[in-house]
């Protein structure tokens, strides 16, 4: 039997309710997401790999939302390997969306320095150019 995860608070769901019992979040008005905002839900995820997939999609695909929602989540999230997937996803994104450097600015302050120390490579090579 195929098990059923609520997109928001990724509790187990049975097969066919409209809304989740634990946090009232509307299966049909996920539907209604976009490809984008389907994998911004994905950062709520308790799983670190299932966040850092949709990190790494995001860093291909993902526009102005995308680096909204991965400059928030950087303030709460504590994982290295995860922040270290922002911050490859947001050298990439920085082709598309200025603001994308402005929060790798913001993490070469971040307290794990493996994070500022690799955000800030990051930046400096978008600044150069490779
Ligand atoms: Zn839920």
């Avoid at 098990?3 to 989740?20: I, N």
């Avoid at 389907?38 to 860093?59: C, M, Q, R, T, Y």
Wanted: positive net charge.
């Amino acid at each position: 039997m195929p098990t059923f995860f609520c997109p928001k608070c990724w509790k187990e769901v049975e097969e066919g309710c409209k809304v989740c019992p634990y946090c009232n979040f509307s299966f049909e008005s996920f539907d209604r997401l976009s490809y984008e905002e389907k994998l911004i839900s994905a950062l709520n995820h308790p799983v670190d790999e299932f966040k850092i997939n949709a990190i790494n999609v995001l860093g291909r695909i993902g526009g102005e939302k995308a680096v909204n929602a991965l400059e928030k989540f950087v303030e709460r999230e504590n994982s290295v390997p995860v922040l270290l997937e922002v911050v490859k996803a947001l050298k990439l994104m920085s082709s598309r969306v200025d603001r994308a450097l402005d929060v790798l600015k913001k993490l070469e302050n971040h307290r794990a320095r493996v994070v500022a120390k690799s955000a800030k490579r990051a930046r400096d090579e978008v600044l150069r150019g490779t």
